[in-house]
């Protein structure tokens, strides 16, 4: 029941994120540093900061009682994820919602998944058991999908002369690139950040929600780089007037809750993957791609629904919806590795 529980939470964060980018659609008359700037406060701020105030009992005096090293390494996987997560909106701009996620989140889940197991010696151990293997498989099968998924941008830019629709899949494949590398990097900061999660769990925090100070800590890195960069543009494009005015007052306030609707929507993939990481127990290391998995399937579906793939062949399209289906099975694949895991316990 738990690992089904689990699961259905994984689902549900994977839904939120890939549904995240969606309210762009709406902001009109805004530079995206300004938009990026608003959406990141709401996401990486004042939520994580809420959750982290209502989930643990003293957060500060539990924080306060953490070494600084683990502070400082958990923070500084934030700050690259940041990165990554400033490369990754830059991407979706390029090459669209549908492939600029289901790139960068291919990435992400085989990185994520492989990158801590090896890292913490244990790929020897995991290799000797078929939970191991199906899990390796699957991160192959993930690096496959890419590939498809890849071929499928590229017919696509040759068929619709992508540059002079908005999207330019070159720039946008390495910035996808860079994206799921460094956005990998969050996972390795929940790792490190587990003795906050265990502290606020001392304090009487529910294990439910005792991810959450992990969460605060390390999206505070990521709000510093993507506060940085909004900022720097602000100036040099003499954006900071965005935040005053977009066109007309409607405007305004549409674009202020379209970015803080992104925001949350963003966020509200940790809250659940944060539950997944309680019931998921100690084989939660299949949580991330999982949760990318339906990342890709929910980004896509949207992709579709905007008409990104408009207008290209049936071939095309087919080279794209597998890419996807390989990216999906892959991620199923972890959840079987999960359970085989817990069976064999």
Excluded at 35 to 60: E, S
Excluded at 90 to 116: C, D, E, H, K, N
Excluded at 182 to 208: E, M, Y
Excluded at 251 to 277: C, D, E, H, K, P
Aim: with cysteine; charged share 10%.
């Amino acid at each position: 029941m738990n690992l089904i529980i689990g699961l259905s939470m994984l689902i549900l964060g994977g839904i939120s994120a890939g549904s995240s980018y969606v309210p762009l659609k709406g902001i009109k008359g805004w530079a995206w540093e300004s938009l990026w700037a608003v959406q990141g406060i709401v996401a990486w701020l004042l939520l994580p900061l809420l959750l982290a105030l209502l989930a643990t009992p003293h957060l500060f005096a539990v924080l306060h009682r953490i070494p600084f090293s683990t502070l400082a390494v958990t923070y500084a996987f934030g700050f690259l994820w940041g990165v990554g997560g400033l490369a990754w909106g830059m991407a979706v701009r390029y090459i669209g919602l549908a492939l600029g996620f289901t790139i960068a989140t291919g990435f992400l889940s085989s990185l994520g998944t492989l990158v801590p197991i090896i890292a913490s010696g244990r790929i020897t151990e995991v290799l000797a058991t078929p939970a191991g293997k199906i899990t390796l498989v699957s991160v192959a099968l993930s690096l496959v999908g890419i590939v498809v998924c890849g071929k499928a941008g590229m017919r696509r830019d040759k068929e619709r002369q992508q540059g002079s629709a908005g999207f330019q899949f070159k720039k946008g494949i390495l910035i996808a690139f860079a994206a799921g590398v460094l956005g990998a990097c969050f996972a390795f900061g929940i790792s490190t950040g587990d003795p906050i999660r265990q502290q606020a769990i001392a304090a009487g925090a529910s294990p439910v929600w005792a991810a959450s100070p992990v969460f605060f800590v390390e999206l505070l890195g990521g709000i510093t780089v993507n506060l940085l960069y909004s900022v720097v543009m602000n100036r040099r494009n003499r954006t900071f007037s965005d935040y005053r005015r977009a066109g007309d007052a409607g405007t305004l306030r549409s674009n202020y809750a379209f970015s803080a609707l992104i925001g949350v929507l963003w966020y509200l993939q940790f809250v659940f993957y944060g539950m997944a990481a309680f019931y998921m127990g100690p084989y939660s290391f299949t949580n991330w791609s999982i949760h990318m998995s339906f990342m890709v399937v929910a980004s896509n579906l949207w992709g579709y629904y905007f008409k990104e793939w408009k207008g290209v062949s049936a071939a095309t399209t087919r080279w794209n919806a597998t890419g996807i289906i390989i990216l999906v099975i892959a991620g199923i694949m972890m959840g079987v590795a999960g359970a085989q895991a817990a069976i064999s316990h």
